[in-house]
C-alpha cells in the first residue's frame, strides 16, 4: 500500500525539523544551529548525475508523484514545488496532487530558477539542505552564492531524508538487480581501452594535472571498452575511475560484477571495490596537496566527491569537462560505420511497425477504413513495436521508453501510455512515436509522426510541413567546426516562427555509440549551458523540431545525423574546417502531412533524395529478411513528391 501524499510531506517535514547538517567550523563556532532546515532539495539524479536513474535511486518521483526523468522538487515547512522544463508540462499538471504540490515552470517567466526562488523565499539566516553526493560541484556553487546573499546557506545532509521516509513507508523499495559486466568488442568500439587512456593522460599533461576523476557512467563505460545493466535502457555500470598521470588507472566497481573475462581484459587496470573511492581519493588528494598538483573534475562531478580537493585546497581543482567526455562525443570512424549500419536494421522495424499501421488504420477519401480492421492502441503498438526490434540481428535492448501518442496524447512531448491513459489508435488522430534501440553496433532514436487519413485537416498537413521545413534547414546546414548549438537552434525553429508557433524542447542532444541515447557535452538548443562544447566531426546529433497543440495534437519528425568534413568553395584561412550533417535515421517521412506547395525547390529535392536514401538502404535488408510487403510499402512511401 503506497503512503498517502500529506504523510509523506509530513515525515519528511518533521525530519527536517532535527536534521543535523554538516556545518563548516566557522559555522559551528559562530553558534549557527545546525539543527533544522528551512528547506530540502530533492533532485533527479542519482550520484553520479545520471539523467536516467536505477529504481532504488527515484526518490524524487517517491516524494513528488512525477514520473518524468527531469525534475528538481523542493520542500519547505508549508510549501512543496517541482521544477521542470517544457517537456513535462502537461505530464506534470497531470501527476501532481494539486493539493500538495505546486508546479514551477522552467524558463518561463514569471517562475524563478530554483536558486533564486530559495534566496528571496527563505528568511535570512536559513539552511537549505541536500544530500551532497546528488548535487554537481557547479550547481553547488551558484546556488550557494545566491543564498549567501542572504545571509542563507545551502549546507550538506549526509544522511538523505528521502530515503529514511522511504524506509519507514509500506512501499517497496526495489533494488537494481547485480547483473555482470561484459567487454565490448573491439569491432565495434574501434579503439583499444589502452589507447583511449594515452589520449586522456595526454590532455591530463596539457593541464598539468596529476589526477582525474571520472565519475559520470557513459564516460568510464566507454573509456574502458565496457558495458552494464545497472541503469534500465543505459549498457552503464556503476563506478568511479581515477586516472593518474604516473601510475596504472584505478577503477572501483562492485567486485562481483568481474567475470574472468572482463578481469582479463582489464588487466593494467587497477581494481578496487565502490564504496572505497572517498577514501582511496582523500589519500590521493593529500599527496597532491602536499605537492600543489591539480585534480581535475568535471562541472557534473558530485559535491561530496569535490569536497575532497576544495576541504584541502581549492586552488587546486580544475573543473570543466573532462577529456572523456569529449574524446567520447567525437566518435572514431569504426563507430560512425557502425552507426550507420544499425540504423538500417532498426529503419527496418519500424518501418516494418509503421506499414501494419497503415495497413489496419489508414481510410481513404470516401471514408473506407483499412480491410483487416486489426485492432491497435498505444500500448499494444508498442509493445508490437518492442517485438519487431528485438527481431533484429545484435539487438540488446530498448534505449529508451517508446513514445506511443495518439491524438492528444502526442501533444505530451514525454509521454508514456499507462492503462489509465491509453487510448485506441484510429484513422482520425495524428499518431506520434518517439523510439529506440541498443544494439551492439549502437543507439538509434527515431521519431515520426503519421496520417491515417488520405486528406489530413488544413491545420495538421499545415504545422508537419513547417515542422519538416525547419528539420530539412538543419539537415542542410553547413556550419564552421566548434559552433556552439545554441547558435544554429533558431534555424530549425524560423518556419515556425514566422506563424508564430514554437516548440517548448532542444532541437538536437548528442547520442552514445552503444551507450546513452542523451550524450554530452554537445546539443542543439535554445538554452545556453556553460559547459556545452562546440559541434566537432563524427559528433552524432538528434535533428528533432516538433509542435505540439494542447489537447489536439503532437508533432515531430527526429532522425540522427553525423557531423561530416565538408569542402567548401573558398577557404577562410589555413585550417578552418566546415561540417556538414549526413542523416543517418533511414524510415520515410508521412507523404499525406507534407504540403508541397509550402517547400521550395530545393526542400522537394531534399525530401525525394532522403525518400530514395530510405529505398537504397532498407530494401536489400527487407529483402534478405523475406519481407516482400513491406518492401510494396517503402516502394509508395519513397515515390518522388
Known amino acids: 500500500m503506497k503512503l498517502p501524499m500529506d504523510i509523506k510531506l509530513a515525515r519528511l517535514r518533521e525530519l527536517m525539523k532535527t536534521a543535523s547538517p554538516t556545518l563548516s567550523k566557522g559555522d559551528q563556532e559562530s553558534g549557527g544551529g545546525g539543527v533544522g532546515l528551512s528547506a530540502y532539495v530533492v533532485p533527479s539524479e542519482d550520484a553520479h548525475q545520471s539523467e536516467y536513474t536505477a529504481a532504488p535511486h527515484k526518490r524524487r518521483q517517491f516524494i513528488s508523484g512525477f514520473t518524468g526523468s527531469a525534475a528538481t522538487a523542493v520542500i519547505t515547512m508549508d510549501k512543496a514545488l517541482l521544477w521542470t522544463d517544457g517537456r513535462y508540462f502537461l505530464q506534470a499538471e497531470k501527476e501532481l496532487d494539486p493539493d500538495h504540490w505546486q508546479l ?71 533494488a537494481y538487480e547485480e547483473k555482470e559486466l561484459f567487454v565490448y568488442p573491439l569491432q565495434y568500439a574501434g579503439e583499444k581501452w589502452e589507447g583511449k587512456v594515452d589520449r586522456v593522460k595526454a590532455q591530463m599533461e596539457e593541464e598539468k594535472c596529476e589526477l582525474l576523476v571520472v565519475s559520470e557512467l557513459d564516460e568510464i563505460a566507454w573509456l574502458f571498452n565496457l ?5 534500465e535502457f543505459n549498457p552503464v555500470f556503476f563506478a568511479y575511475a581515477i586516472i593518474s598521470a604516473n601510475q596504472n588507472p584505478l577503477l572501483f566497481v562492485n567486485q562481483s560484477k568481474l567475470t574472468s573475462e572482463v578481469k582479463q581484459h582489464l588487466e593494467g587496470v ?71 549500419q544499425v540504423h538500417i536494421k532498426d529503419g527496418i522495424a519500424l518501418c516494418e511497425y509503421l506499414r501494419i499501421l497503415h495497413t489496419n488504420l489508414c481510410r481513404s477519401s470516401t471514408g473506407t477504413e483499412g480491410s483487416s480492421k486489426k485492432e491497435f492502441t498505444e500500448i499494444s503498438g508498442s509493445d508490437m513495436l518492442d517485438g519487431l526490434r528485438s527481431q533484429q540481428e545484435g539487438f540488446i535492448s530498448l534505449s529508451f521508453d517508446t513514445i506511443s501518442g495518439s491524438g492528444p496524447n502526442g501533444a505530451v512531448i514525454h509521454y508514456k501510455a499507462s492503462p489509465h491513459t491509453d487510448r485506441k489508435l484510429c484513422a482520425d488522430e495524428l499518431y506520434l512515436v518517439d523510439s529506440g534501440g541498443q544494439y551492439w553496433e549502437g543507439t538509434t532514436d527515431v521519431t515520426r509522426t503519421v496520417s491515417f487519413l488520405s486528406s489530413p485537416p488544413p491545420k495538421q498537413v499545415e504545422t508537419y510541413t513547417l515542422v519538416l521545413k525547419g528539420h530539412i534547414a538543419l539537415a542542410e546546414l553547413v556550419i564552421p567546426e566548434g559552433v556552439i548549438g545554441y547558435k544554429i537552434d533558431c534555424v530549425a525553429r524560423s518556419a515556425l516562427w514566422e506563424i508564430g508557433l514554437d516548440y517548448q524542447h532542444g532541437t538536437g542532444h548528442g547520442v552514445g555509440a552503444f551507450l546513452n541515447v542523451h550524450e554530452g557535452p554537445q546539443g542543439i538548443s535554445y538554452r545556453t549551458n556553460a559547459h556545452e562544447e562546440g559541434l566537432r566531426e563524427n559528433m552524432i ?19 540522427l545525423m553525423v557531423y561530416r568534413k565538408h569542402v567548401t568553395k573558398y577557404t577562410l584561412h589555413e585550417g578552418k574546417k566546415f561540417l556538414k550533417p549526413e542523416t543517418i535515421t533511414c524510415v520515410p517521412l508521412c507523404r499525406q502531412l507534407i504540403d508541397k506547395s509550402m517547400l521550395s525547390d530545393k526542400e522537394v529535392n531534399w525530401v525525394n533524395d532522403y525518400h530514395q536514401f530510405c529505398w537504397d538502404k532498407l530494401t536489400p535488408l527487407a529483402e534478405k529478411q523475406g519481407k516482400t510487403e513491406l518492401i510494396e510499402w517503402l516502394k509508395k512511401q519513397t515515390q518522388p513528391l
Open 541 to 559: 546529433l538528434s535533428n528533432e523540431p516538433g509542435y505540439y497543440e494542447s489537447g489536439q495534437f503532437g508533432i515531430r519528425i527526429e532522425s
Open 104 to 174: 514551477m515552470k522552467m524558463n518561463t517567466p514569471p517562475f524563478p530558477e530554483i536558486h533564486k526562488w530559495l534566496a528571496d523565499n527563505c528568511s535570512r539566516g536559513s539552511y537549505v539542505g541536500i544530500d551532497p553526493t546528488l548535487i554537481s560541484e557547479n550547481t553547488w556553487q551558484k546556488w550557494g552564492k545566491e543564498l549567501a546573499t542572504r545571509e542563507s546557506k545551502l549546507v550538506p545532509v549526509s544522511q538523505n531524508l528521502v530515503d529514511m521516509v522511504w524506509a519507514e513507508a509500506a512501499e517497496e523499495r526495489l
Open 270 to 340: 587497477v581494481l578496487k571495490p565502490y564504496e572505497e573511492v572517498f577514501t582511496v581519493l582523500d589519500e590521493m588528494v593529500q599527496k597532491c596537496v602536499e605537492q600543489k598538483l591539480k585534480v581535475w573534475m568535471g562541472p557534473q562531478v558530485s559535491h561530496a566527491l569535490a569536497s575532497t580537493v576544495t576541504g584541502k585546497d581549492e586552488k587546486l581543482l580544475l573543473v570543466k569537462n573532462t577529456p572523456t567526455k569529449m574524446l567520447k562525443a567525437i566518435k572514431n570512424e569504426c563507430e560512425v560505420e557502425c552507426m550507420r
Open 227 to 231: 558495458r552494464g545493466s545497472d541503469i
